[in-house]
């Protein structure tokens, strides 16, 4: 089992930057890739930035340049700049667990609870 926290939420005019963290614990070490998903009201949650392990990252064409992933150990971090009003939404700590037992490799996606991110224009 993995818990997620995330937190750094807020309310910011345009033009403005935030700083998202999540601290992972439990079984840390079957982490694989960690990443940031959210949900504006009324639509689908979706992705926003992954990173591996190694360091690999991933990001949606509506934030790219602006929103910077990254990582240390347990913790993942989304640097949020340039913010428009449509960056308004709940915000998701998500990551990928792989172990292995008796020889099969088993995959689990954990969620952290959300951190409201509003972007006033």
């Known amino acids: 089992q993995v818990q997620l926290v995330e937190s750094g939420g807020g309310l910011v005019q345009a033009g403005g930057s935030l700083r998202l963290s999540c601290v992972a614990s439990g079984r840390i070490l079957t982490i694989d890739t960690m990443g940031w998903y959210r949900q504006a009201p009324g639509k689908q949650r979706e992705l926003v930035a992954l990173?591996?392990?190694?360091?690999i990252t991933n990001y949606d064409d509506s934030v790219k340049g602006r929103f910077t992933i990254s990582r240390d150990k347990n913790m993942v971090y989304l640097q949020m700049n340039s913010l428009k009003p449509e960056d308004t939404g709940v915000y998701y700590c998500?990551?990928?667990?792989?172990?292995?037992?008796?020889?099969?490799?088993?995959?689990?996606?954990?969620w952290g609870q959300g951190t409201q991110v509003t972007v006033s224009s």
């Open positions: 990173i591996s392990n190694d360091g």
């Open positions: 998500k990551c990928i667990t792989i172990s292995t037992m008796w020889g099969k490799s088993r995959i689990d996606v954990y």
